[in-house]
């Protein structure tokens, strides 16, 4: 605040991070300590930035607040591991501060879920390729970018959306709305046809 000399307009909370993800270590043999990590770093670090700001009073009335979340909060996704979990609490945490800050600020608080996005973290997810051409055949409107992302993220900040605040809101190009599209249905079928099943059953 000293150094922008006075309140902020916007915050973007935008890290996460698994060692249990990095070290390849299934769910089902999760290490606790490696979990409270992944809590720590992924999603209690937005309530100590939201808690920390609120105590200081550093963002402007009608400011805005963003963090980034992926489905797997609400789908059970393979190898994406304790991440789900954290981005589950990451949305919960929106939740329950944007009804605070809006009561006494008039601040919103809101987190996007946006499409598989190569990213450090990203990357070290099992199968993280074949998880984006999966989203990218199921997507109506394809994978969105993280440019892309980027806009949307600030069009959350502008005037333009001061009365949307506790949402999840998806930037997947449809994915969280689709159950099977054609073109995953091709491909599905393709395998099918490329290998002779008979002799498999």
Same mark, same amino acid.
């Given at each position: 605040?000293?150094?922008?000399?006075g309140?902020?307009?916007f915050?973007?909370h935008?890290?996460?991070m698994s060692?249990?993800v990095r070290k390849d270590?299934?769910?089902e043999q999760? @290490?606790?300590?490696?979990?409270?990590?992944t809590?720590?770093?992924?999603?209690?670090s937005?309530h100590? %930035?939201?808690?920390?700001?609120?105590?200081?009073?550093?963002?402007d009335?009608?400011g805005? %607040? %963003?963090?980034?979340s992926?489905?797997?909060?609400?789908?059970?996704?393979?190898?994406?591991?304790?991440?789900g979990?954290?981005k589950?609490l990451?949305?919960?945490i929106a939740r329950?501060? /944007?009804?605070?800050?809006?009561?006494?600020?008039? %601040?919103?608080?809101n987190?996007v879920?946006?499409?598989?996005t190569?990213?450090t973290?990203?990357?070290g997810?099992?199968?993280?390729?074949?998880?984006?051409?999966?989203?990218e055949?199921m997507?109506?409107?394809?994978?969105?970018?993280?440019?892309?992302c980027?806009?949307?993220?600030v069009?959350?900040?502008?005037d333009?959306?001061?009365k949307?605040?506790?949402q999840?809101?998806?930037h997947? /190009?449809?994915?969280s709305s689709m159950?099977m @599209?054609l073109?995953?249905?091709?491909?599905?079928?393709?395998?099918?046809?490329?290998?002779?099943?008979k002799e498999?059953?």
């Open positions: 605040m000293n150094i922008f000399g309140k902020f307009d915050i973007l935008s890290i996460g060692p249990n270590i299934p769910y999760t @290490s606790y300590e490696n979990m409270l990590k809590f720590d770093i992924s999603a209690l937005f100590r %930035v939201l808690q920390t700001a609120y105590k200081l009073d550093a963002i009335e009608w805005s %607040v %963003v963090a980034l992926y489905v797997a909060a609400q789908r059970t996704l393979s190898g994406y591991n304790d991440m979990d954290a589950a990451l949305e919960s329950s501060f /944007g009804y605070i800050y809006g009561r006494d600020r008039r %601040v919103r608080i987190t879920s946006q499409s598989p190569p990213t973290a990203g990357s997810i099992h199968g993280f390729d074949s998880l984006i051409d999966f989203s055949r997507s109506p409107l394809g994978n969105a970018s993280a440019e892309e980027a806009d949307y993220c069009s959350l900040f502008s333009l959306t001061k949307v605040t506790m999840n809101l998806f997947d /190009g449809g994915f159950g @599209s073109k995953a249905i091709e491909q599905y079928q393709k395998s099918f046809d490329e290998c002779d099943c498999n059953e």
